[in-house]
């Protein structure tokens, strides 16, 4: 790691960063360029939980601009060791950005296909012409629309390709798209309707093993009649020539069953999604690998953190083991050791306790980074899911996450030694 940035103090740099202090917790987080005249977009926002989005040597971080009214975003990289921000217009996205931790050039998705952009220079220059990666041929299309490339790209352990889940007319498709251009392997491909199953995406590939990989049912919306269809069993894995399997085969496997009151956040009318669900698989999301590539976290909804061994996956001695209880969670993420945690709760019925908390298991202490998150009064920023979405970042010496205390969606840090000090 270049010793040009000192990571004890880069925050403190007030041309990009102003410090708020949480009223609840007295926690100090620090907010990427506030001052309009050094923003780059009228809105900017964290990458997604899943994907990294500081480069290896920690010099460059790269985050989400909006301009609406236009849905999409683009990307734009703040340069610690000069202290420049650039917005690169011509990543425009529709599937969630990743960082090559190798190289820090940047992938992401159109409904063109998927594309690169080699980390940039000092200067920049050398980063401002995007080259085309993969994307499906026309005997694989058939006329047919394109409607994602990936949910959010991730790449093979043996960084050879980027794992795919796409949706091609009414087909979901889960494939490998390599790095070299050569054809876009398919995995499996199922078909919307007539099937039994919602969509499959949130597809991730495997830290350590490159032929293993983790999708998601998720609520389907059927384009025709506006019907959403829920899912009933969340968690599947798929190994490159097999095809996806429940992680959980069994209801009983995942844990007792209760009735439990849901709806979905994410509709225009949470409240017409409700429903009563009794299989406890249908009440998880938000998925993720831990680092060592061994474990599923998830979300279980009005429970808490849980994980479960690859080991075991999809077979029947498969079982939850509950890390943190949380019953309003929504997402969260784990340090590198899984010892400490980061979670957001945002329960759509009760907008005034939303939060974003530290969670120390050694101390099996909390503290809040953001007692009250409050919601932005825009309803047309509800495109750019506008969650907190906090990571560990930087070698785990901070935690990045999307703040809106300032009316708009900003970038925001928290120091760990902070975080750490405060549940000792």
Known sequence: MSTAVDLTTFLENRALFIPWIDPGSGITSHILTPHSEHRIA????????????????????????????????????????????????ETCFTSAPMIDPSTDDVYWATLSGIWKLASPTANFVAATTPQLVNRFPASIVRNRTVHRYATHLTMTADRKALFIDSQ???????????????????????PLSPHPHPTLNHGQA????????????DYYTNPQTGVVRPYDNRLWLIRRGGQVAPVYPTAAQAGPDR???????????????????????????????????????????????????????????????????????????ASADGKLFVLDALPPDAPDTHHVRFVNLHTRRTVDIVSKFPAL???????????????FCGADQFICYTTTIFGRMDVAFVRVSELLTATS
């Open 42 to 89: 009228p809105h900017q926002q964290s990458f997604y939980y899943l994907n990294p989005s500081f480069t290896a040597d920690t010099l460059k971080y790269w985050f989400y601009c909006a301009f609406p009214p236009t849905p999409a975003r683009s990307l734009g990289v703040v340069d610690f060791q000069r202290q420049t921000l650039r917005h690169f217009p």
């Open 168 to 190: 091609i007319g009414s087909d979901c498709v889960l494939g490998l798209a390599p790095l070299d251009g050569s054809e876009i392997e398919i995995l499996q491909s199922v």
């Open 206 to 217: 495997n830290p350590i093993d490159s032929g293993l990989f983790l999708v998601a049912h």
């Open 259 to 333: 009735a439990i009151s849901s709806i979905n956040p994410h509709l225009s009318d949470p409240e017409a999604s409700r429903r009563t669900i009794t299989d406890p698989r249908a009440m998880h999301g938000h998925e993720w690998w831990s680092a060592d590539g061994r474990h599923i976290y998830y979300i279980h909804y009005q429970t808490g953190i849980e994980r479960t061994p690859i080991a075991t996956a999809c077979t029947p001695d498969a079982r939850p083991e509950l890390i943190w209880p949380h019953d309003t969670v929504s997402h969260a993420h």
């Open 377 to 391: 009064s825009d309803p047309e920023l509800r495109r750019y899911h506008v969650h907190p979405h906090p990571q």
